[in-house]
């Protein structure tokens, strides 16, 4: 199962959005809806933030929002702040039963 | 408050066992599926294992089929993987997670794992 593709760098001003992309395959983003994004900060575990493609777990701020498109899905931040700083990994349900994370990106607020 | 906390990491030679553990709290563990996933700074985050709430069903990424082993105690509120015929590229920090809607919705701090000689 090959890593889905993520652009390596995003930034944005405060205030302003960003969007990343994460590509995949028939065999996960493609045909699941299982679709989950999470943010890692420096020496710090992964943190959900969305799942199934749109929705947002308890506690985390309406400025993230997720959305897909055939097998490409997207996460954006709105109204970027200074702790939205950080790597961001989207993750499907794939085939056989498996997972597959993406490259990560990073996001930087500039 | 949910928490997961690592244990049984460090360093191995090329070959070897290890055994990491992860005891869970602040929820039903009983009733959640769980994973290990794994994190380089070359690939990033990369799914490992996961296993079902009552441990009867489990599934692993190609990379560790066959040399690792995922249960879990659920009277002991425990999750473990054992790994066999560890290699160099295994070295990584090995995260527990639980499972949820198809995701991992919740992580331990991560524990390192070092293969070498």
């Known amino acids: 199962q090959s890593a889905l593709t993520q652009p390596p760098s995003a930034s944005g001003s405060p205030g302003q959005s960003v969007t990343i992309s994460c590509t995949g395959t028939s065999s996960d983003v493609g045909t699941y809806n299982f679709v989950s994004w999470y943010q890692q900060h420096p020496g710090k575990a992964p943190k959900l933030i969305i799942f199934?493609?749109?929705k947002r777990p308890s506690g985390v701020p309406d400025r993230f929002s997720g959305s897909k498109s055939g097998s490409t899905a997207s996460l954006t931040v709105s109204g970027l702040q200074a702790e939205d700083e950080a790597d961001y990994y989207c993750s499907s349900y794939a085939t056989s039963d498996n997972y597959v994370f993406g490259t990560g990106t990073q996001v930087t607020v500039v | 408050e949910v928490q997961l906390v690592e244990s049984g990491g460090g360093l191995v030679q090329p070959g070897g066992s290890l055994r990491l553990s992860c005891a869970a709290s602040g929820f039903t563990f009983s009733t959640y599926w769980m994973h290990w996933v794994r994190q380089t700074p070359e690939k990033g985050l990369v799914w490992v294992s996961r296993i079902n709430s009552d441990g009867t069903t489990t599934t692993y990424a190609d990379f560790v089929k066959g040399r690792s082993t995922i249960s879990r105690d659920n009277a002991k509120n425990t999750l473990y993987l054992q790994m066999n015929g560890l290699r160099v590229e295994d070295t990584a920090v090995y995260y527990c997670a639980r499972g949820g809607s198809g995701s991992q919705s919740a992580w331990g701090q991560g524990i390192l794992v070092t293969v070498s000689s």
């Open positions: 199934e493609v749109n």
